[in-house]
């Protein structure tokens, strides 16, 4: 069985073909379409790293991520997260092939966003903002750069110096990438991409600006200020994982029964006068439909 690393897997998940291919699981997802479990997680005997596995099968693909999670690694000069997915054929149960976790991960996080963006966006989208500089950051980017050329992209920092450093390392003649300037003319997108436990995006809510939440994936974690949710059309990319997961949306105290899912979104559109904000917390699901494309583009 191949097994693919960081660089093929990359070339085997174009943005355009997996934006697309989302778009079509996210629909099989809500109609019952792809079993997913809760993903196993197995602390380490000394507790120093984590193993975790994430089943999904549909009826075309069976795809399992593994990661194993180790914080110390850094000091090693190892990742901290490691991992593949491995895909299978669900009629026969034959191995396929096996993609580089990370990068699937990477990948098909950043297209569910460009997803976001096709289904909420009002008008053309022109002017984007990412806040974070790190691995997201750059993923959304190479997106954006694929999806979305000629646009202009601000980068917000912990400090300007690192926005600064991001831009210069990340240039690409397809986006006018910057460091955010102290005064700027509203955004058409917000793409917050951080693991930070506070809110760092406070903007007020506008019908015209879509603001999508990527990096707070935990209950204690928060990206956007409570007000911004509170005043918005609330989405998800995974409503089974949200509930526990979305903190932006926990710590804002909403009642989730206003919470809906991306699915709905892609059959009946959102109010085109409210704002609306986009949590994706990331499913297991999604890492199968990066398999669909790299199948289809090893045929």
């Known amino acids: 069985m191949q097994y693919y690393g960081a660089p093929e897997t990359q070339a085997l998940l174009p943005f355009p073909a997996l934006v697309n291919m989302l778009a079509r699981t996210v629909r099989d997802y809500a109609n019952g379409g792809i079993t997913c479990p809760p993903r196993t997680v197995v602390p380490t005997q000394d507790g120093n790293g984590t193993l975790m596995c994430m089943p999904t099968v549909a009826d075309d693909l069976i795809a399992t991520k593994i990661l194993t999670i180790f914080g110390k690694n850094a000091v090693q000069h ?20 096996n993609l580089d976790g990370p990068t699937v991960t990477m990948r098909r996080t950043s297209a569910m966003s460009m997803l976001g963006m096709r289904t909420f966006a009002r008008g053309a989208v ?16 190479e997106a954006l750069s694929a999806l979305y050329p000629g646009i202009e992209v601000a980068i917000r920092g912990r400090t300007p110096e690192r926005a600064e450093y991001f831009c210069k390392q990340h240039a690409t003649n397809l986006l006018t990438l910057r460091p955010e300037a102290l005064k700027e003319t509203p955004f058409n997108v917000v793409i917050t991409t951080t693991a930070s436990t506070t809110p760092i995006y406070n903007g007020k809510a506008d019908p015209h600006c879509l603001v999508i939440g990527v990096g707070a994936y935990r209950p204690d974690m928060a990206e956007i200020a409570p007000q911004i949710v509170q005043a918005s059309q609330l989405y998800v990319d995974d409503p089974i994982g949200a509930p526990t997961e979305a903190g932006d949306i926990l710590q804002a105290g909403v009642n989730w029964s206003t919470v809906h899912a991306l699915a709905e979104a892609l059959e009946t559109p959102a109010d085109s006068t409210r704002p609306v904000f986009f949590k994706s917390v990331g499913c297991a699901v999604w890492d199968l439909a990066a398999c669909r494309v790299a199948r289809t583009m090893l045929s």
Not at 126 to 141: D, E, P
């Open 78 to 97: 190892l990742p901290t997260i490691q991992g593949m997915i491995t895909c299978a054929d669900a009629h026969n149960g034959r191995f396929l092939f």
């Open 126 to 141: 022109k002017r984007v903002l990412i806040v974070g500089t790190g691995t997201q950051a750059i993923a959304h980017v």
